[in-house]
């Protein structure tokens, strides 16, 4: 069991690592590509955030965050998840509420002090294993639990029935890492401010 749980997350590593995204592409490609409900606002000449990632096993991806779409970041030890208002050379803009007045107000955030990014993928039946896994593996177990108190008229758990659940939640741990993984900005993952053509 533990065997077919390593070759299908060395399977799911490979798959994401071998995924590309071309650097030179136009704006409505793009948007097809990135499925962006924002299109209609995206226009030749717009500066946009682009976060490039390097894989362990020599993979490249490409993030695209374009204004009005929702960034999740750490800055100086706070996290943010905001929609992406701007973006100018150096800095990315962010419309929060300010504390004392409680009016919105533009806050700016130097690109090259944004310590960590947090992405958001979709992925089909993986991004689904996130929460069922747990869930299934918890059910499993609680059904053991119940067969076995019935024989044995007292509430008892199998210890050889700990195994499936406890592999169907790290297989629920994994998915989420690659569902949702966060990405530490250093020499390969960098910020750049990229521009529309």
Not at 19 to 28: M, P
Not at 99 to 126: A, G, S
Not at 128 to 143: D, N, R, S
Request: net charge positive.
């Amino acid at each position: 069991m533990i065997h077919r749980l390593l070759v299908s997350v060395l399977l799911l590593f490979f798959v994401h690592s071998v995924e590309a995204q071309s650097d030179t592409l136009s704006v409505d490609s793009l948007m097809i590509k990135q499925k962006s409900p924002y299109a209609a606002m995206i226009r030749p000449g717009q500066k946009y955030l682009a976060l490039d990632v390097m894989g362990r096993l020599g993979g490249f991806r490409r993030y695209r965050y374009f204004p009005n779409e929702e960034i999740k970041f750490r800055y100086n030890g706070k996290k943010y998840r905001e929609p992406l208002y701007g973006v100018t050379d150096t800095t990315l803009m962010l419309i929060l509420e300010d504390p004392n007045t409680f009016l919105p107000e533009t806050v700016h955030f130097r690109i090259d002090k944004i310590q960590k990014v947090y992405v958001n993928r979709q992925i089909p039946f993986i991004t689904q294993g996130t929460y069922i896994f747990p869930i299934a593996g918890t059910l499993f177990f609680l059904a053991d639990v119940i067969n076995v108190s019935r024989s044995e008229k007292r509430l008892v758990a199998d210890s050889r029935a700990l195994k499936a659940p406890a592999v169907m939640i790290a297989l629920g741990a994994i998915c989420y890492k690659v569902s949702y993984p966060r990405y530490r900005i250093n020499k390969n993952h960098r910020l750049k401010v990229l521009e529309t053509y």
